[in-house]
């Protein structure tokens, strides 16, 4: 079965801009989550979303938003786009959380300039 | 908030020797355990799991250790390969979250 897409893989952005970026989960997997991959800082939470509701989020500002469609495929985006927000996004899908693991995505590369 | 914590950034070890990663968690409500492997540009890959009512998992090469009271968990590579270099994520969850939670990651070279 397909894995977990996200898309696109790098992006190059100026500071200030807005950025979308998308992830489309394995099929019957209804839970997607976000995280922020900094060199120092691992992987950093950033929201939960099962069936179409953000069940949790992490410390970051508002800037950072996302959502999720019926298919399950979800979008974040991040606004108002700042230098320290280049990173590494990966998304994440999965069956309730516990021993089954994630499933990861192979993340899309933020650059700010 | 750091609610798992992998205080080593870097373990270099050689080839056939065991390698040990560790793990400190916070959250008593955890009740999940997992260990991922990453290599570079891509995303990490589950490599083993632990419940909260277990002390030990293994699978082949790999085994996990939890100690609850210590709020430790380790995993231990036996015999290491070059082909395990690799950063290694420690993870976390459980309780009234349903989130999993990361530590900073260790890298690990296993040298030929």
């Known amino acids: 079965k397909a894995g977990v897409t996200q898309t696109p893989r790098y992006l190059i952005k100026t500071r200030g801009q807005q950025v979308t970026l998308s992830c489309s989960p394995i099929?019957?997997?209804?839970?997607v989550s976000w995280y922020q991959q900094t060199p120092g800082q691992g992987l950093q939470f950033l929201f939960e979303y099962f069936s179409e509701t953000q069940r949790n989020k992490g410390n970051f500002p508002g800037r950072f938003s996302g959502r999720q469609f019926s298919n399950s495929r979800s979008e974040m985006n991040v606004s108002t786009l700042e230098l320290g927000d280049s990173a590494l996004y990966l998304c994440?899908?999965?069956?309730?959380?516990?021993?089954?693991?994630?499933?990861f995505g192979s993340g899309t590369r933020l650059t700010v300039v | 908030d750091q609610q798992v914590k992998q205080n080593s950034p870097s373990l270099s070890v050689q080839e056939g020797r065991i390698s040990i990663l560790n793990c400190d968690y916070t959250?008593?409500?955890?009740?999940?355990f997992l260990w991922y492997k990453k290599y570079p540009a891509e995303g990490p890959t589950f490599l083993i799991s632990?419940?909260?009512?277990?002390d030990k998992n293994e699978d082949g090469r790999f085994t996990v250790f939890l100690n609850k009271s210590a709020k430790h968990l380790s995993l231990h590579i036996v015999p290491s390969q070059p082909g395990d270099s690799a950063v290694y994520f420690c993870?976390?969850?459980?309780?009234?979250?349903?989130?999993?939670?990361f530590g900073a990651g260790t890298r690990l070279t296993v040298k030929p």
């Open positions: 994440a899908s999965s069956l309730p959380a516990g021993l089954y693991g994630y499933t």
């Open positions: 099929s019957g997997h209804r839970s």
């Open positions: 632990i419940s909260s009512i277990k």
């Open positions: 993870a976390a969850s459980g309780g009234n979250n349903n989130d999993m939670r």
């Open positions: 959250n008593s409500m955890f009740d999940y």
